[in-house]
């Protein structure tokens, strides 16, 4: 199992109008949309696909927040790891349901996981979970208490759009 590399078409103006608009009415049809920013269905239709080809948008159940699947619980969980057992620990980590986010890092750790839980006795089970892959050698494990910003991309998206 290797790194996942993103091939990303770089935005232009229109397209983060199209996406903020989309975020504004996120029911609107390809033809509202149009009339709301003065395109053509078929040019957003085109745009859309576009960005999707490019895996600029993600998929559906990406955007989930977790505690509507009863895993209310976010943690983040620091891992130093042997490299030579690196594969082994990104297929261990990957087989766990309850890690939906990993990267390598810089600094203290190797790789940095977004965990949800049920509850801090199921994050316990969790990170037991994670410390047994083969070629774990140590973890750190933050629980998340409030979170002042949500993911978000419409502050960036509205920078580009002002440039038009």
Known sequence: MGCIVWYMHSLDTVDA???LAKDSFEDAS???LGKRLG???NTIHARLKKIREANALGTASAALSPAS?????LAFVTLSVSQQSIDSVYAAITAIPEVVEAHTTTGDGDLMLRVVAQDTIDLHRITQRIQLAP???RSSTSIATTEVIARRMSPLLRQLAAKD
């Not at 699947?69 to 619980?73: A, D, I, S, W």
């Open 17 to 19: 109008r199209i996406l």
């Open 30 to 32: 390809l033809i509202e």
């Open 39 to 41: 395109l053509s269905r």
């Open 69 to 73: 699947l009863g895993r209310p619980l």
């Open 135 to 137: 070629g774990v050698q």
